[in-house]
């Protein structure tokens, strides 16, 4: 399931606002940047540590797949989504109801008028 062309966050200036601006959720497996905005985008962006071309689009596919199943319970914003390494090391199973849980998480604080999130931190 491909994230519509709509939703996709672009451009160098969109990213260093939310790098910048943006409050930040780790958890175990991956690390969520987000900026508050009227409408809601997002980017997976993996390194080239993690592997070639094929390892990366497949891990790119299902973050944002896990996304997509959640999206519309998360406040509006941009959200950048970086995997860690620990991603690796589990089944997809595992990581996949951490992402869940991870989301729910954020939108019972988003639920709070918390604008950064700040009770997930």
């Known amino acids: 399931m491909a994230v519509r062309r709509s939703l996709r966050l672009q451009g160098k ?10 409050s930040v959720v780790r958890s175990d497996y991956v690390v969520v940047y987000f900026l508050p905005a009227s409408e809601q985008k997002v980017a997976v962006v993996v390194s080239k540590r993690f592997g070639n071309a094929v390892k ?6 299902l973050l944002l797949e896990a996304w997509q199943e959640n999206h519309d319970h998360l406040p509006s914003g941009y959200y950048i989504i970086l995997p860690r390494f620990s991603l690796l090391s589990v089944e997809e199973n595992v990581w996949r109801s951490k ?3 991870l989301f729910h998480e954020w939108q019972r604080a988003s639920g709070k008028n918390s604008p950064h999130c700040s009770a997930v931190l």
């Open 56 to 61: 990366r689009n497949r891990i790119r596919r």
């Open 99 to 101: 992402a869940k849980e």
């Open 13 to 22: 200036k969109n990213f260093s606002r939310v790098y910048k601006e943006g």
